[in-house]
């Protein structure tokens, strides 16, 4: 058992085939947000939106809240940046 407790500051996690993709986001918010989209038509900027819309960013951690904003953006950028070398 742990003397304390350990919070997340950030964390995604992104799961995703040709047609769909789920998008989980933890650590920012009071709950943990799902984002679920067709990948037709999806764009980088409409998913960072939905992600900013739907994250209720708390102040709860040792990390500036700026920091944390910011740095959702950069990782959902770095997946759809690699998604398109996955194969299937």
């Known amino acids: 058992?742990?003397?304390?407790?350990?919070?997340?500051?950030l964390t995604v996690a992104v799961v995703w085939d040709r047609y769909r993709v789920r998008i989980g986001i933890n650590g920012v918010s009071m709950a943990p947000v799902l984002i679920r989209?067709?990948?037709?038509?999806?764009?980088?900027g409409n998913l960072q939106r939905q992600a900013r819309k739907k994250c209720l960013f708390v102040d709860n951690d040792l990390l500036l809240l700026q920091?944390?904003?910011?740095?959702?953006?950069?990782?959902?950028?770095?997946?759809?940046?690699?998604?398109?070398?996955?194969?299937f």
Do not use: C, I
Request: aromatic share 14%; proline share 0%; charged share 30%.
């Open 67 to 87: 920091y944390r904003r910011e740095m959702l953006q950069v990782y959902l950028q770095e997946w759809w940046e690699q998604r398109d070398k996955a194969t």
């Open 37 to 44: 989209e067709n990948l037709s038509g999806l764009s980088l």
């Open 1 to 9: 058992m742990r003397r304390s407790l350990d919070f997340t500051s």
